[in-house]
Structure formats: structure tokens, C-alpha cells
């Protein structure tokens, strides 16, 4: 029921920052869990950062401090901010709101060299 649609990926030095950004085809207003998650090449997609509610966030342990989500409801946009990337962030990752179900966006790739 809705439309998500990742940019902002790319190829980074280890150390160097990422702004992700995802946009959706909807209001977002009032939609409390909402998201980003990221999957690497032969694992399984895991949770990076979400919000549990309108303002409450959870944060995968490996990116604590590094990393920080966002939303601007007057855009419709929920950001992904990575600082100091390392290698293992390297995946694609992917918007997520569930709204009436779960919606998923086509996932944007972030590479991390050494």
C-alpha cells in the first residue's frame, strides 16, 4: 500500500559516511514502525534501525553510535545517516514501513572498501 524508493547508496572508504533516504509514495504521518534493514550477500536480512513509534528507536547493536534514523514527515522521507562505515556495513539495504502489512522498497547497495 505503499511505495518505498531507496537512494543515496554507493561505494565509501572505510571511515566515510553514507546518507541513505527513502521516499514514499504516501503520507507517513502517523505510521509508527518504520525503518531501515540491510542484507549482505548470502545472509539473511537483519534490522539496522527502526522506529517502534512516532519518536522511540531501536538500533542493531553492531551500528550503535554510528549510525541514525530519521523522518521527515513534511517529506515523506525516512533517512538512514551511517558515519565511520566499515567493511561489514557493506549490504543492500532496505526501507521499511509497515503500513497495513509489510512494504519494502527495491533496496539500494552500500559498499564499504578497506
Known amino acids: 500500500q505503499v511505495r518505498l524508493v531507496e537512494s543515496g547508496g554507493g561505494l565509501v572508504q572505510a571511515g566515510g559516511s553514507l546518507r541513505l533516504s527513502c521516499a514514499a509514495s504516501r503520507s507517513i504521518f502517523g505510521i509508527n514502525i518504520m525503518g531501515w534493514y540491510r542484507q549482505a550477500p548470502g545472509q539473511q536480512r537483519e534490522l539496522v534501525a527502526r522506529?517502534?513509534?512516532?519518536?522511540?528507536?531501536k538500533y542493531v547493536d553492531s551500528v550503535k553510535d554510528r549510525f541514525t534514523i530519521s523522518r521527515d514527515d513534511d517529506k515523506n522521507t525516512l533517512d538512514l545517516q551511517m558515519n565511520t562505515l566499515k567493511p561489514e556495513d557493506t549490504a543492500i539495504y532496505y526501507c521499511y514501513v509497515r503500513y497495513y502489512g509489510d512494504n519494502w522498497g527495491q533496496g539500494t547497495q552500500v559498499t564499504v572498501s578497506s
Open positions: 522506529f517502534i513509534n512516532g519518536s522511540s528507536t
